[in-house]
T-cell receptor, first 116, second 111 residues
Framework: NAGVTQTPKFQVLKTGQSMTLQCAQDMNHEYMSWYRQDPGMGLRLIHYSVGAGITDQGEVPNGYNVSRSTTEDFPLRLLSAAPSQTSVYFC???????????????FGEGSRLTVL | GDSVTQMEGPVTLSEEAFLTINCTYTATGYPSLFWYVQYPGEGLQLLLKATKADDKGSNKGFEATYRKETTSFHLEKGSVQVSDSAVYFCALSSGYSTLTFGKGTMLLVSP
């Protein structure tokens, strides 16, 4: 029972490099999202997706790209890394039991990214 | 827009002490409310939830009651353990897919 799997767990980049954080879920959840966690800031939503082929911006989308070609996968791309993107990134998928939202957000274990 | 305000931490308690972590919210409509817990080095896990006014969520000895009149969802536990040391996040959802989180409150419990 894998749940939400994120890779890599740790990554060090140099300013200007690009990389992709991978996220996969095996629960057939329609909704997936990316958050970043910074000290004193809590969790901030970067991008989210309500289904394959549909994505939308969250609170802090600048510098990040996403796509959703399958239900299972929701990769987060950093096109040109900056030190301000040093953070812990969490992928989460959503189970709902109807509107309004009564479901549980399932989180991956996180990816710690350092940009030098 | 929606927002969640939590008391700042860290909250430092001795084992078997009573715990309260305050949470208030601002939202349109009638949101669902959640408490998530994050143990060191892990992702967040749902601790408890409440979906309508006066509902009480409970799990692992923790409780929180959805108070619409005071827009609050305070987390309580009668007797904390060292293993409860973690960061606790209050969150709300007034829509279909995204949650709004508070900044988190660190709890440190000493033996």
């Amino acid at each position: 029972n894998a749940g939400v799997t994120q890779t890599p767990k740790f990554q060090v980049l140099k300013t200007g490099q690009s990389m992709t954080l991978q996220c996969a879920q095996d629960m057939n959840h329609e909704y997936m999202s990316w958050y970043r966690q910074d000290p004193g800031m809590g969790l901030r939503l970067i991008h989210y997706s309500v289904g394959a082929g549909i994505t939308d911006q969250g609170e802090v989308p600048n510098g990040y790209n996403v796509s959703r070609s399958t239900t299972e996968d929701f990769p987060l791309r950093l096109l040109s890394a900056a030190p301000s993107q040093t953070s812990v990134y969490f992928c989460a998928s959503f189970r709902t039991s109807g509107f309004p939202n009564t479901g549980e957000l399932f989180f991956g274990e996180g990816s710690r990214l350092t940009v030098l | 827009g929606d927002s969640v305000t939590q008391m700042e931490g860290p909250v430092t308690l001795s084992e078997e002490a009573f715990l309260t972590i305050n949470c208030t919210y601002t939202a349109t409509g009638y949101p669902s409310l959640f408490w998530y817990v994050q143990y060191p080095g892990e992702g967040l896990q749902l601790l408890l939830k409440a979906t309508k006014a006066d509902d009480k969520g409970s799990n692992k000895g923790f409780e929180a009651t959805y108070r619409k009149e005071t827009t609050s969802f305070h987390l309580e536990k009668g007797s904390v353990q060292v293993s409860d040391s973690a960061v606790y996040f209050c969150a709300l959802s007034s829509g279909y897919s995204t949650l709004t989180f508070g900044k988190g409150t660190m709890l440190l419990v000493s033996p």
